[in-house]
């Protein structure tokens, strides 16, 4: 069982920034590839970031890409999305996500597709003002 909490969203002016942080328990979290997803109201969840289990290899959307950071701290089971320049699109409930049955034991192998990942978050929510 791996639980994930959220923390971090509120509302924030465009231009602006946040750092949104997930705790995961479980023993078994420093080998999990973890992601970020994102679902506006009506929308579609869509992938945002993803790390790989080591934090040596990260991968963006097209739609984040310079703008947002994904890191992770094995040490204390946690890993981060720092968003800057927000933008009134940004604005979504975000969730994280762990995948722990791999598709690929390798170091820089991190799933972008929501089915691939294993357990979810509550979400917590963006909103970016214009």
């Known amino acids: 069982q791996v639980q994930l909490v959220e923390s971090g969203g509120g509302l924030v002016q465009a231009g602006g920034s946040l750092r949104l942080s997930c705790a995961a328990s479980?023993?078994?979290?420093?080998?999990?590839?973890m992601g970020w997803f994102r679902q506006a109201p009506g929308g579609e969840r869509e992938f945002v970031a993803a790390?790989?289990?080591?934090?040596?290899?990260?991968y963006y959307a097209d739609s984040v890409k310079g703008r947002f950071t994904i890191s992770r701290d094995n040490a204390k089971n946690t890993v981060y999305l720092q968003m800057n320049t927000l933008k009134p699109e940004d604005t979504a409930v975000y969730y994280c996500?762990?995948?722990?049955?791999?598709?690929?034991?390798?170091?820089?192998?991190?799933?972008?597709?929501?089915?691939?990942?294993?357990?979810w978050g509550q979400g917590t929510q963006v909103t970016v003002s214009s």
């Open positions: 479980g023993r078994a979290f420093s080998s999990y590839p």
């Open positions: 790390i790989s289990w080591s934090g040596g290899n990260t």
């Open positions: 996500a762990a995948d722990a049955t791999p598709t690929y034991f390798l170091s820089a192998y991190a799933p972008r597709t929501a089915t691939d990942f294993d357990f």
